[in-house]
C-alpha cells in the first residue's frame, strides 16, 4: 500500500514535469495546453501555500507566547503586528493605514537593512583578510579595494592621477569578473538542470515518499 | 520542431542517458570527486552540533517553488534529507526556513519521509519546517531570533538569495555558528564569499548529495554534469581556436 501510494506520487509529478518541460521544446497545441493548465494548478496551489504559511507562521509565535519560550515579546510583536496588517490589508492596498505601514515602517526596515548590509560586508571583508590568509581570498580582497577605488570620486584630485584607476576598475569587471562569472554561471546552470532531472526521475522526492 | 530545440532535447536525453549509465556502472567504477572542504567541515559540525545538543538550522532560501530560482532551494532539500537523518539522534532535530510558503512545505515533507524511513517519526514537528517571512528582508530579519531562541550553531544557506544573503550569514556568525553558504546568484555568492566560514561557489551546491553520500544516482549524475562540462568547454575552445583563424586567414 505504501510502495503503490509512493509509485503513484512519483508517477503523477514525474508526468506533470514532463509535459511542462516538452512544451518548451515541442511545439504541439495539446502539450501547450497542458503545460499551461498545470502552470495555471501551479500559481493556484502557491497562492493556498502563501495562506497556510502564514498560518505557520501564526502558529509557531503563538506557541512561543504560550509557553513563554525565549524571545515571547518578539513573537507578540510578529502576531500582532501580522494581524493589523492582515486586517486593514483586507480593506485594499490603498487604504491609508496600509500606505502608512509601507511607507513609514515597512520601506524603513528594509532600508535600514540594506544600510546594515553594507557595514557587515566592510567587516567581513577585513575578517577575510585577517582570518583567511590563503591567496584566493587576497586576490579577493585585493580586487575588491580595487573596484572600490576606481569607483568612488576623489574629492581634489583626478582618478587619473596615478594610474587610470576607473579604466582599470572597468577592465576587472568586463573582462576578468565576466570571464568568472560566466565560468561559474555554467556551473549554476548544469547543476540546476540535473538537479531538476533527479526529481523528474524520482530519485529526490521533495514531496514526500 | 526547430534545430535550437532538437538540441535542447537531445542535451536532456544525453544527461538522463548519462545518468542512468553512471548510476549502473558507478559501483564497478567509482567516481573520486575532489575534496570539497566544506562538506567535510559540514559533517564535523553536525557531529558536534549533536552531541553538544545544539540544532542544525537549513535555510532554503527566498526563492519560489514555481519560480526558476527553485533549483538551488530543491538542492538543499537533498542536503535536508541526508542532514535529518544525521540529527535524528538529536534531541534538537535540524530545523528548516524557506521564505516561500510551499517550500517550507516540502521542507515538511522531506522532513518527514526522512523520519519515517529511519523509523525516528517521533523526531517530526509540523514546526521543524517553517516559512520565516514571505518577502527577502522580512525572511532575513527573522533569522537571528531564530538563531538565537533554538541555539543553532550550524547554519547551513542552500537556496536562492539575492544580497541579503550575506545579512543572513552574518547572522549566523555573530553567534558563532558555523557558517556553509551557497546559492546560484553570481553576485551574492561574491558577498557570501566574504562572509561565509565555508562557501559553497557554482555548482558546488549542487553536488551536496553526491558528497554527503545521499544516493548513488546522485554521484551519477555530478559524473554526467562533469562530462558535459568538459564537452561545453572543448566546445568553447574548439569554437574560440576557429574564430581566430577565421579572423586570420
Known sequence: MKLGAHLLWAVVAGAAGLFVLLGYFIESEIIIAMRLVLMRWAVLISAWALLLGLVNILYVHFIKVRDMEPGWPYSTVLMLALIVTVVFGALGPDNDIIVMVFNYIHLPVETSLMALLAISLAVAGFRLVAQKRDWPSMVFAGTAFLVLLGTVQWPFFSDELFIDLSGLRDWLVQVLASGGARGILLGVALGAIVTGLRVLLAVDRPYGD | ?249
Open chain 2, 1 to 249: 520542431m526547430s534545430l535550437v530545440d532538437l538540441v535542447g532535447m537531445l542535451v536532456l536525453a544525453f544527461f538522463i542517458g548519462g545518468i542512468i549509465v553512471y548510476a549502473t556502472v558507478g559501483r564497478r567504477w567509482p567516481a573520486v570527486f575532489r575534496p570539497l572542504r566544506g562538506y567535510s567541515d559540514l559533517e564535523d559540525a553536525i557531529e558536534r552540533a549533536v552531541e553538544a545538543g545544539d540544532r542544525v538550522h537549513v535555510s532554503l532560501g527566498t526563492g519560489s517553488v514555481i519560480g526558476s530560482d527553485c533549483a538551488p532551494a530543491l538542492a538543499g532539500l537533498t542536503m535536508v534529507s541526508r542532514i535529518a537523518e544525521i540529527t535524528s539522534v538529536s534531541d534538537r532535530p535540524v530545523v528548516v526556513t524557506a521564505g516561500d510558503a510551499a517550500m517550507a512545505l516540502l521542507a515538511q515533507d522531506t522532513l518527514r519521509s526522512t523520519y519515517d524511513r529511519i523509523n525516528a517519526s517521533e523526531a517530526y514537528s509540523p514546526n521543524s519546517g517553517r516559512m520565516l517571512g514571505p518577502t527577502p528582508f522580512s525572511y532575513i530579519a527573522s533569522l537571528p531570533v531564530l538563531i538565537d531562541t533554538e541555539k543553532v550553531s550550524v547554519h547551513v544557506l542552500a537556496g536562492s538569495f539575492g544580497y541579503e544573503g550575506a545579512l543572513a550569514v552574518d547572522f549566523g556568525n555573530r553567534q558563532g555558528a558555523f557558517s556553509l553558504a551557497g546559492t546560484d546568484n553570481v553576485q551574492s555568492q561574491a558577498l557570501i564569499y566574504a562572509t561565509a566560514d565555508e562557501p559553497l561557489i557554482g555548482e558546488e551546491l549542487f553536488a551536496g548529495g553526491a558528497y554527503l553520500n545521499q544516493h548513488p544516482v546522485h554521484r551519477a549524475s555530478l559524473r554526467v554534469q562533469d562530462l558535459m562540462r568538459m564537452i561545453i568547454i572543448g566546445a568553447i575552445l574548439a569554437g574560440t581556436i576557429l574564430r581566430v583563424l577565421g579572423t586570420f586567414s
